[in-house]
């Protein structure tokens, strides 16, 4: 979403910080440059207009221009402004109120307002633990009840039994009594859209709220529609009156000025986005995290958050004992694979890590994409169960069935049998003897400078189990050790400054070195 954002300012900034001194003039340059480029992300211009005056204002007093790095403070008062704009500190659903807690879902047609409904009512079923009923008010579009049934169905959420005939309002009423009856903590209303805003619309959502006196007023707006998304907000608001907004298809290739608009137009915070098309993919909004991602500083926390909420703990657990050992198979190759496509692919967790979010284009142009992990994947599928606990045993015969099996060919498969070993040495130096073996010395010193206790495999710390103000105060040592910077490195381990091997930098710690001989990228020199 924030890609072309990214790219123009990182290179506007970078060359700020390249300077010995600047002068008023440097400032207001690179300035221009950073109201052009956020007015070409499709911002608001009054937005751009406030935003640039108050960075103008602080950037141009003289214990900026007169300070030993004055290039990295205009880096952060960008930084800070950014943050403001975005609505400071991020606020999540409120259910502080007597059970049933109702939340109103509003919107435009083709916004995302079902899907975001299930989604939501899946993430407090999950995550909270409360009970959730749904409840479809859309009367009007053909089968959206029906829709929302399914998905309560696939979600294994209560949804309300559908009466034919019924208004909305009557919907709406007979769902606060049934949560009500039922012992649920949630309802959820689902209410229909329009393709356009109009009279009819406004005076059902007023009296779907008198009927149902809802907690909380969502409205959905999909990322991709630019200002008109702002209008849309601020007329709902208008009329209706929200408490937040839910931005949806965050994860599409939009230029991220809606994003960047709404919290200001509107004072409204955003609450959650929809960042992919599972029922999992929905995430809480917090600016900090988002103003890092655009100035291209990485999001540790939320990079250590989907790590927890993806990594199965028992085999990371047997993982970590098999490394203990030095055994490294096939079989452990694959979860790893998989385990990294749950997190979001190479292209996912670049973007959070600092200073690497411009290796993307790299890796892209080297082979290295998602879709090489199910290639992968697919390889070891069609190996014997034998094969993949004992590599050795692929002779040419066996590595033409197995390339036949997954329409690949044998150097496909003789490059992943490359990476594997690679992979395999570095895991017996990892679990060797001495000192708790490599990895444990590693994680256990990365472990105790974030502040948290050892974990799995002696040392690792157990990312299930993190605090969240564990989770701020390790941004804040990241940022401290060097990580918050472009081109930072992790603490104590090398730094990151290039990247993976055979992409012209350093390797990734942790990972076995990078990821060596991985099929598509160029062999060192």
């Keep these: 979403m924030f890609e072309n954002l990214q790219d123009r300012l990182g290179s506007i900034l970078n060359g700020l910080t390249g300077r010995g001194a600047l002068s008023e003039a440097d400032v207001s340059a690179a300035l221009r440059e950073v109201r052009r480029a956020l007015l070409e992300a499709d911002v608001a211009l009054d937005v751009v207009r406030s935003f640039t005056d108050r960075v103008r204002e602080k950037a141009v007093g003289a214990e900026i221009l007169k300070s030993i790095k004055p ?66 008010l859309d009367t009007r579009r053909p089968a959206a009840q029906e829709q929302l049934r399914q998905l309560g ?21 007979r769902a606060v009594q049934a949560a009500r009856l039922g012992g649920h903590d949630v309802v959820i209303l689902d209410t229909a859209g329009r393709t356009h805003i109009d009279e009819p619309l406004m005076v059902e959502m007023a009296d779907i709220k008198k009927r149902s006196n809802p907690h909380e007023i969502l409205l959905v707006a999909d990322s991709l529609t630019g200002q008109d998304a702002v209008n849309l907000a601020r007329n709902f608001d208008e009329r209706v009156g929200i408490t937040g907004l839910v931005l949806t298809r965050m994860d599409g290739d939009g230029r991220g000025g809606a994003a960047l608009s709404m919290r200001a137009v509107t004072g409204k915070p955003i609450k959650l986005i929809g960042v992919g098309e599972k029922m999992s993919e929905l995430e809480e909004f917090h600016p900090r995290r988002i103003a890092d991602r655009i100035l291209g500083m990485g999001d540790i926390v939320s990079l250590v958050e989907r790590a927890a909420e993806n990594i199965d703990a028992e085999k990371a657990a047997a993982m970590a004992a098999k490394m203990a050992k030095g055994k490294f198979d096939l ?9 990294m496509q749950k997190m979001g692919g190479m292209g996912g967790i670049m973007g959070m890590m600092p200073g690497m979010a411009g290796m993307k284009d790299k890796m892209a142009a080297a082979g290295l994409d998602d879709k090489l992990f199910g290639r992968q994947i697919a390889i070891i599928q069609s190996m014997t169960k034998a094969e993949r606990a ?42 060797g003897k001495g000192k708790g073996g490599l990895m444990k010395q590693m994680m256990g010193g990365l472990a105790g400078k974030m502040g948290l206790g050892g974990g799995m495999g002696g040392g690792m710390p157990d990312l299930s189990n993190i605090d969240p103000r564990q989770l701020e105060a390790l941004q804040k040592q990241a940022e401290a050790a060097g990580l918050g910077k472009p081109g930072g490195g992790m603490p104590g381990l090398g730094g990151l400054p290039g990247g993976l091997p055979g992409l012209g930098g350093a390797k990734l710690p942790g990972l076995g070195g990078g990821f060596p001989g991985l099929p598509g990228l160029p062999k060192k020199k």
Excluded: C, W, Y
């Design 390 to 431: 004992n590599p050795d045993l692929l002779k040419h015969s066996r590595k033409k069935r197995i390339a036949a099996g997954s329409g690949t060919d044998a150097a496909a498969i003789n490059k992943l049998l490359k990476m594997h070993r690679q992979m395999a040495d570095m895991m017996k130096m990892m679990g």
């Design 71 to 136: 290039g990295q403070m205009v880096v952060k008062i960008v930084h800070d402004e950014l943050i403001e704009m975005l609505g400071g500190e991020g606020v999540g659903i409120d259910l502080h109120a007597p059970a049933p807690v109702v939340v109103m879902m509003v919107g435009l047609q083709g916004s995302g307002k079902t899907t975001t409904t299930a989604k939501i009512a899946n993430r407090l079923s999950a995550r909270d633990k409360k009970k959730v009923l749904m409840a479809s």
């Design 331 to 339: 079989d452990d190759l694959a979860d790893q694979l998989r385990q």
């Design 153 to 173: 169905a696939q979600t294994n959420i209560d949804t309300l039994p559908i009466i034919a005939g019924q208004s909305p309002t009557d919907i709406a009423a």
